[in-house]
């Protein structure tokens, strides 16, 4: 009897710590503000940066997947705003393309052996060179 009494006993009192400890909030636990701050702001920014380039809303929410889309909206929408008020023309990024005459690159050639080494038969050894180890980076 005093054993079922005990058993009780410790697992009510496991039940009852269970439910306290659910509800205590142990500071540095959670998310830190300051992170969703700064992605609201780098957000916001990206935004604003599309608006005044030029480029359409679906196109930065492509080019920018990471960033938070409420925020380039956002962002985008401020700088809309600022740039109707203030009669500014969109600056439209001075991209160069790749010439369209130009050649494309040929892959090398094997080289050949020399005219002696095929009279005679050698044959060249199946295995590939082993490649140079990379030397060990060195931080600072």
């Known amino acids: 009897m005093r054993r079922i009494y005990m058993r009780c006993r410790s697992c009510l009192t496991l039940t009852a710590l269970a439910i306290l400890m659910a509800g205590c909030e142990i500071p540095g636990m959670g998310d830190d503000p300051r992170i969703a701050e700064a992605k609201e702001a780098d957000g916001r920014a990206v935004g604003g940066a599309c ?9 930065c929410y492509v080019m920018n997947p ?3 889309k409420a925020a380039v909206y956002a962002g985008w929408r401020d700088m809309d705003a600022y740039m109707r008020e203030n009669n500014i023309r969109p600056v439209v990024p001075d991209l160069v393309d790749a010439p369209t005459g130009a050649q494309e690159a040929k892959p090398a ?15 060249r050894s199946a295995a590939p060179e082993a490649p140079e180890t990379p030397l060990p980076r060195r931080f600072t």
């Open 51 to 59: 608006r005044h380039s030029g480029r359409a809303l679906e196109d």
């Open 109 to 123: 050639e094997p080289a050949k052996a020399p005219e002696a080494e095929k009279k005679a038969g050698a044959k």
């Open 66 to 68: 990471k960033a938070i």
